[in-house]
Nanobody, 127 residues
Framework: QVQLVESGGGLVQAGDSLRLACVVF????????MGWFRQAPEKEREFVAA????????YYADSVKGRFTTSRDNAKNTVYLQMNALKPEDTAVYYC????????????????????WGQGTQVTVSL
């Protein structure tokens, strides 16, 4: 059984940084594209960032570009989301997602492209 476990969320002030981690159990992610999504209260889940299984290709939503960075350590079966210069509008539950298979440089920006999801971690940014 595949399980994704996010960690690193919390309550911070605007301008602070957080680093989220997503550990995958039950399946190697060495050939899996990974993604990060978030969902704020009363809003739909939205794409945040994606990374190819090689780690060579990343893609970001415009709202986080230049502030967030995603990376991965396939040896640890872990993907990260470094979030800097956080804003109140970044407040949401953050989810990581994994795709079963993907091409070397491919990344995916829609939720339906992913096969496995974590339970989410809350990020709250206050003024």
């Amino acid at each position: 059984q595949v399980q994704l476990v996010e960690s690193g969320g919390g309550l911070v002030q605007a301008g602070d940084s957080l680093r989220l981690a997503c550990v995958v159990f039950g399946r190697t992610i060495s050939r899996a594209a990974m993604g990060w999504f978030r969902q704020a209260p009363e809003k739909e889940r939205e794409f945040v960032a994606a990374i190819s299984w090689s780690g060579d290709t990343t893609y970001y939503a415009d709202s986080v570009k230049g502030r967030f960075t995603t990376s991965r350590d396939n040896a640890k079966n872990t993907v990260y989301l470094q979030m800097n210069a956080l804003k109140p509008e970044d407040t949401a539950v953050y989810y990581c997602a994994a795709r079963r298979t993907s091409d070397y440089y491919a990344y995916y920006r829609t939720a339906r492209d992913y096969d496995y999801w974590g339970q989410g971690t809350q990020v709250t940014v206050s003024l």
